[in-house]
Structures are given as structure tokens and as C-alpha cells.
């Protein structure tokens, strides 16, 4: 089948994960973890490397195997890598406005010269000039574009006509964790209204640690929270009181996620029930599984010719996107469409 070239902008946490994830894959038979073990005839192990960008001096200039475990990085440390031969290069910094043209112009030759075919951000979620910078490159250099972050970019439709233009496909916003919060919130609403409950209130919300976290807690908490919301509320056809957001950091939790869920609700001639949930992660892994089928969902969209968001992808597996649904509803459909 060959390789999925990609390269990767934002050499933090889940590109840690990411990468130490595609090795582990390559090393081991059994597809422990992954939703799909194949893609469109793709394996997880099929995912080449070819590109990084970070600006984070510290991480810029090392071979990508040694800069996902730069000391600001707490995702756990899996397995020791090869050598990649892929050097990070530095990046577009659209938040400091410092040098745009030039830095944008060398990721749009960086990506042309190692061939890349899919350009995944994975930059830090309130980087939000940065990212519209680097879906403009991945125009420029013809690379598909995947959004992990909840920048506004397959919502806006601006941008996305510019990918129908170029005949180039994107997903996004703001990746769905395989087991995250947000997914579990989904199902576990769902499956209640399947069982015929009445729900009368219900509330998630988080405490974590890293960069990310602190980032969402200090700059972006309340767009996560409207995001949240406003993917989960979907999962039943009534409304009722609801939230979903992530509410605290904590430092020395690190990559560690504690979600707790509230539940409220009737079955059966109006007797009442009550549910507390809390589910603990680490934050970084819960990204792979997702991350590793949208990358092989893009490789197909693009060899079947698709442009534009690709729906069937992004409800599948982003919290933020432009076609919101239930999370099995978007399973099958994204079953479906690899079919
Ligand atoms: N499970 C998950 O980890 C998960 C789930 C959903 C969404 N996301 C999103 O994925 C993104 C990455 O998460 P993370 O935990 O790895 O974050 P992180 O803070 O660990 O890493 C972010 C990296 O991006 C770099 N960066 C910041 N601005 C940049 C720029 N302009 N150009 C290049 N690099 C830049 C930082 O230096 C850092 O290395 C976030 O936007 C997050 O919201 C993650």
C-alpha cells in the first residue's frame, strides 16, 4: 500500500503519543487500542513522519525521536525510538506576528520538499492565528489538513472554500478522544434515552495538568465549554439543563485528566435515579486511536478524489464539527465511508 506521509505541527503531548503509538504498532501484531485496525487497506503502521514544526526553541533542531521527549513534554515515555531523520524545523508563530512571511514560506518549501501529503496541527489549542497560518500553507504546499485543534477551521467556510478549490480534503475541529470525556458523555446519554429514560440534568467537567490544560484554563475555557456543550447536547433530540467543560488545573497532575460526570433523570412510571461517573486518563494517548484513523480516512479521501471537509471523518472524530451527531450514528457512518 505504501506510506502516509505526514508532517506534524506542534511537537508537544499527542505528538509524543502519536509517534511512540505508530512504533508501538509497527513492533506489535495485535491492534490492542486501536477502533479500526485497518483503513482503506492502511495499518497504523503505514504513517510516515517526514516533517515537524514546534517554536519552542528547546525542541527546534533535534531529530523528531528526541524532541517528543523534551523535559516540557510529561506524556509518558512508552518505548525508545529510532532515529526518525526527520529534524524539527521552526514554525509560524501567528500569535507573536514575529516574522510571518518568511516562517510561512519556509514550512510551505518544507512541506513541498519532503513530500508531505497530510499536514496535521496539533499546535497548542489557543493558537489561533497559528493555525489558520499553517491550513494556509498546507494549501499552498497541496497537503489535505487535519485540525486537532479547536481553532476555527473546517467551521469556517471561507477556508474550506478555498480547500474545495484547490481540490484538497480537511477534517477538524478540535479532536474527539477515544475515551474522553466528551465521547463518554455522548455515549453514556445516549444509550439512557435508548433505554427510554427521561434526563433531567446532567454536568462534566474536568481537572487536569500540562501546558494544554492550563492553556484551556487560563485562555480558551470558555469556547471548550461552548464546544463541549454543544457537541454533547446532540446526543438527545430534547434539552434539557446541561453542561460539558472542562473547569480546572491542577500542575502536578502532568498528562493526567480526572472527568466527572453528574446524572440526573425518570425511567419506569417516573421513579428517579441519580448516576456519578469519574473516569481517570492520561490525556496524551487518548488522542492516538482517533488521530490514526482520521490520517488513513484522509489518505482515502484524497485517493478517492474528495475536497473539502469530509463529513463522514469529522463526526467521527472531532468534538467541533460542521455536521454534529450522535457518537454511534457517527461511527457507522464513518464505517461506512472506509468501506
Ligand atoms: N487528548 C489530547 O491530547 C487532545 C484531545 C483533543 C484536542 N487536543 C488538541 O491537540 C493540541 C495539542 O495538544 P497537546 O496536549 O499535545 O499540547 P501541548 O501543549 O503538549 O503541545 C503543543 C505544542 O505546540 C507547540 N506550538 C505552539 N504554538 C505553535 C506554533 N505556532 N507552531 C508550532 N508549534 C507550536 C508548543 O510549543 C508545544 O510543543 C491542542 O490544541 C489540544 O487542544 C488534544
Not at 489538513?145 to 477556508?159: G, V, Y
Not at 446524572?263 to 441519580?274: C, D, I, M
Amino acid at each position: 500500500m505504501g506510506s502516509i506521509k505526514v508532517a506534524v505541527t506542534g511537537v508537544g503531548n499527542c505528538c509524543s503519543a502519536l509517534i511512540q503509538g505508530v512504533h508501538y504498532y509497527r513492533e506489535h501484531w495485535d491492534s490492542l487500542g486501536l477502533v479500526h485496525e485497518t483503513v482503506g487497506g492502511f495499518k497504523a503502521k503505514d504513517i510516515e513522519f517526514v516533517a515537524a514544526f514546534d517554536i519552542e526553541p528547546s525542541k527546534i533542531g533535534r531529530d523528531l525521536s528526541e524532541s517528543i521527549f523534551s523535559p516540557l513534554n510529561t506524556a509518558p515515555k512508552i518505548r525508545e525510538l529510532p532515529k526518525l531523520d526527520v529534524k524539527v524545523t521552526e514554525g509560524v508563530d501567528g500569535e507573536s506576528g514575529r516574522n510571518i512571511e518568511t516562517a510561512r514560506s519556509n514550512v510551505v518549501n518544507k512541506l513541498v520538499e519532503s513530500d508531505a501529503e497530510i499536514l496535521l496541527n496539533l499546535i497548542s489549542g489557543s493558537a489561533h492565528k497559528s493555525s489558520r497560518l499553517y491550513a494556509e500553507a498546507a494549501l499552498e504546499a497541496d497537503c489535505s489538513f487535519l485540525n486537532a485543534t479547536p481553532a476555527i477551521i473546517a467551521c469556517d467556510t471561507t477556508l474550506v472554500k478555498l480547500f474545495e478549490d484547490r481540490g484538497l480534503p480537511l477534517v477538524g475541529d478540535d479532536l474527539l478522544d477515544q475515551i474522553g470525556a466528551t465521547a463518554l458523555h455522548m455515549g453514556i446519554l445516549e444509550f439512557l434515552n435508548s433505554r427510554g429514560v427521561r434526563i433531567d440534568e446532567s454536568y462534566q467537567l474536568d481537572v487536569g495538568g500540562g501546558a494544554e490544560s492550563r492553556s484551556t484554563f487560563e485562555k480558551t475555557r470558555d469556547l471548550k465549554r461552548k464546544i463541549k456543550t454543544e457537541a454533547v447536547s446532540k446526543s438527545v433530540s430534547y434539552s434539557f439543563p446541561l453542561v460539558s467543560g472542562s473547569t480546572d488545573y491542577v500542575d502536578f497532575m502532568n498528562n493526567q485528566r480526572d472527568s466527572f460526570f453528574w446524572f440526573k433523570g425518570r425511567y419506569f412510571s417516573g421513579a428517579s435515579f441519580t448516576m456519578d461517573v469519574k473516569l481517570s486518563t492520561i490525556d496524551a494517548p487518548n488522542a492516538g486511536s482517533i488521530l490514526i484513523d482520521a490520517i488513513r480516512g484522509l489518505k482515502l479521501a484524497r485517493k478517492r478524489g474528495l475536497k473539502g471537509v469530509i463529513h463522514p471523518i469529522s463526526s467521527y472524530g472531532f468534538k467541533n464539527a460542521p455536521k454534529k451527531c450522535t457518537v454511534s450514528k457517527a461511527y457507522n457512518e464513518f464505517k461506512r465511508f472506509i468501506e
